[in-house]
T-cell receptor
Framework: IAGITQAPTSQILAAGRRMTLRCTQDMRHNAMYWYRQDLGLGLRLIHYSNTAGTTGKGEVPDGYSVSRANTDDFPLTLASAVPSQTSVYFC?????????????FGPGTRLTVL | GQNIDQPTEMTATEGAIVQINCTYQTSGFNGLFWYQQHAGEAPTFLSYNVLDGLEEKGRFSSFLSRSKGYSYLLLKELQMKDSASYLCAPRNSGYALNFGKGTSLLVTP
């Protein structure tokens, strides 16, 4: 069982370029999330999806978009990357949105925007 | 917004016991998670508390007091591999996990 996979592992990107970070889970989880982690700031929620076909905004959604065409995939797109989007991006999933539903994290994508 | 306060760094000796405290204020409360994160890796689930009291799981225990907005993670018989960041994450009345900035624990020989 792979759990959650993310691609690419790392990427260096020129400012202004479009970039899609991929996330796939094989646990048939309903809910999926994208976080960014920056030194000194902790994990911050970008977008989430509680089921296929629906998405919602988290704490820091500006500059990012997501889609949830099916249960397994939850790509995150930076339409026009800026240096402040340099970060480590983690995708996570949980069975649902119930209080006890644990979020499981992918290995992360380290993105550098120059 | 959510306020979550954890110590930034702690150091402890191999074989010892360490307690990592977390205080929080959330709009509504729906449980509290602790995660462990080794450098360069993803966070991994350690514990979940929704009721007051102590939850024990092997060498790790987690305590919650909802009225005080307080939780702690207790690590016993420390091992070198326990050197990591520990993230306190209360869940509000909606869907969101709100992560603290984490406590970096260094275990020394």
């Amino acid at each position: 069982i792979a759990g959650i996979t993310q691609a690419p592992t790392s990427q260096i990107l020129a400012a202004g370029r479009r970039m899609t970070l991929r996330c796939t889970q094989d646990m048939r989880h309903n809910a999926m999330y994208w976080y960014r982690q920056d030194l000194g700031l902790g994990l911050r929620l970008i977008h989430y999806s509680n089921t296929a076909g629906t998405t919602g905004k988290g704490e820091v959604p500006d500059g990012y978009s997501v889609s949830r065409a099916n249960t397994d995939d939850f790509p995150l797109t930076l339409a026009s990357a800026v240096p402040s989007q340099t970060s480590v991006y983690f995708c996570a999933s949980s069975a649902g949105l119930a209080g006890s539903d644990t979020q499981y994290f992918g290995p992360g994508t380290r993105l550098t925007v120059l | 917004g959510q306020n979550i306060d954890q110590p930034t760094e702690m150091t402890a000796t191999e074989g010892a016991i360490v307690q990592i405290n977390c205080t929080y204020q959330t709009s509504g409360f729906n449980g509290l998670f602790w995660y462990q994160q080794h450098a360069g890796e993803a966070p991994t689930f350690l514990s979940y508390n929704v009721l007051d009291g102590l939850e024990e799981k092997g060498r790790f225990s987690s305590f919650l007091s909802r009225s005080k907005g307080y939780s702690y993670l207790l690590l016993k018989e420390l091992q070198m591999k326990d050197s990591a960041s520990y993230l306190c994450a209360p869940r509000n009345s909606g869907y969101a996990l709100n992560f603290g900035k984490g406590t970096s624990l260094l275990v020394t020989p």
